[in-house]
């Protein structure tokens, strides 16, 4: 596997950013001092902050959520992808 996919999920209130088990379990087995997340939860308001805040807000979700340094997901991956959870669609691809 070249990426890592991250589901994208809105609803009224916040974004949801989650990992399949199957996902979290091959995360586990490349890392195994690993501890993925099965998701992060940003309220809009908060989202809204983040993008003022920080050059990206996605760069800091998915090693919170993966639960792996960028430097060490390099060795064994090419990239991040966060995947619309309704279209099926990538909506942001992170290059490792």
Do not use: C, W
Request: aromatic residues 8%; negative net charge; without cysteine.
């Amino acid at each position: 596997m070249t990426a890592i996919q991250i589901n994208v999920s809105r609803n009224f209130d916040g974004i949801t950013y989650s990992l399949l088990p199957s996902i979290r379990e091959m995360i586990r087995k490349l890392y195994p001092k690993s501890h993925p997340a099965s998701r992060v939860f940003v309220a809009y308001d908060k989202d809204i902050d983040l993008q003022h805040t920080l050059n990206e807000p996605l760069n800091h979700i998915y090693p919170t959520l993966i639960g792996v340094p960028d430097k060490d997901l390099a060795l064994n991956l090419q990239a991040v992808e966060f995947v619309d959870s309704d279209t099926g669609k990538v909506l942001k691809k992170v290059e490792l």
